[in-house]
């Protein structure tokens, strides 16, 4: 007997069932996120954050109530900063958030992999940005030129992450 939950979803199945769709309600996100959070699989309605090397927005987002939200953070695929680490992560936890997908970067990988929430970016960096309290909030972003606007639902599992503008079977 295994203590792991059964999966709940399949974004491959999704994939199967809607490869056909040219309404542009479901889209695929390249596979370029690495998997760091506690939770590989996670799903849940959309918030987002644009901000550039600078996290004043997520940590104002994550330390507010998630209700099962996904935020996804549009870090213009910045290589130099990170947007989240262990006390955002933990917050995000606590807070109900289900999950966070960073395009951008991420520190204290294994404060990370602790947490009970869903981390996804492209890569790690020790580095962490300055608080300048600048960005947007809610607002349509082009993650790695797909469009993910909030209130889209999000789905990550091990074989990637899909969206679709409302929440799928
Ligand atoms: O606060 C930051 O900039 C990110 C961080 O290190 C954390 O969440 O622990």
């Not at 695929?28 to 996120?33: A, E, G, I, N, S």
């Not at 990170?82 to 991420?106: I, P, Q, S, T």
């Amino acid at each position: 007997m295994s203590n792991i939950p059964a999966p709940t979803f399949s974004t491959c199945d999704f994939c199967d069932a809607y490869k056909n769709d040219d309404s542009g309600s479901f889209r695929v996100l390249p596979p370029v996120f690495r998997d760091f959070g506690g939770l590989t699989q996670f799903s849940g309605p959309i918030s987002t954050v644009q901000c550039h090397e600078d996290n004043s927005l997520v940590k104002a987002a994550l330390d507010t109530p998630g209700e099962g939200r996904v935020l996804v953070v549009d870090g213009g695929s910045s290589l130099r900063r990170a947007l989240v680490g262990g006390n955002l992560a933990a917050a995000a936890a606590r807070n109900g958030w289900a999950g966070v997908v960073v395009d951008g970067c991420v520190r204290d990988v294994a404060e990370l992999s602790a947490s009970a929430v869903g981390i996804r970016a492209l890569a790690n960096m020790p580095l962490p940005t300055e608080k300048r309290g600048q960005g947007l909030r809610d607002v349509a972003v082009r993650i790695q030129g797909v469009w993910v606007r909030p209130g889209d639902w999000l789905y990550a599992d091990a074989d990637g992450i899909v969206i679709h503008t409302t929440a799928l079977p």
